[in-house]
């Protein structure tokens, strides 16, 4: 049985940093494509940034670029993803999720290819 667990939300001021990690049972995350996805309240869900298997080729969608980065350790199964220069706007449910379709140096920020989800960890930024 496949799961994926986030950790590592919370509350931080505008400007500020969180790191969230996404582990996993189940399954091996450098064999598949795992990507960072969010939702705030009434909008839907978005990609934020993924990694590709085996090569760890990444992508990030134009509001994460340049302040997130997205990183995994075999050793720990685990994928993380480093928020940094945090606004307002990044406030929502950050989801982790792995893909099963595996095209090498390849990922998706559409939520639709994903197959398995993480329950998602809060992210507060105050305004």
């Known amino acids: 049985q496949v799961q994926l667990v986030e950790s590592g939300g919370g509350s931080v001021q505008p400007g500020g940093s969180l790191r969230l990690s996404c582990t996993a049972a189940?399954?091996?995350?450098?064999?598949?494509?795992i990507g960072w996805f969010r939702q705030a309240p009434g909008k839907e869900r978005e990609g934020v940034s993924c990694?590709?298997?085996?090569?760890?080729?990444?992508y990030y969608a134009d509001s994460a670029k340049v302040r997130f980065i997205i990183s995994r350790d075999n050793s720990k199964n685990t994928v993380y993803l480093q928020m940094n220069r945090l606004k307002p706007e990044d406030a929502a449910v950050y989801y982790c999720?792995?893909?099963?379709?595996?095209?090498?140096?390849?990922?998706?920020?559409?939520?639709?290819?994903?197959?398995?989800w993480g329950q998602g960890t809060p992210v507060t930024v105050p305004s």
């Open positions: 999720a792995a893909d099963q379709l595996v095209i090498p140096h390849l990922c998706s920020l559409k939520a639709s290819e994903y197959a398995y």
């Open positions: 990694i590709s298997s085996r090569s760890g080729s990444t």
């Open positions: 189940g399954i091996t995350l450098d064999n598949h494509p």
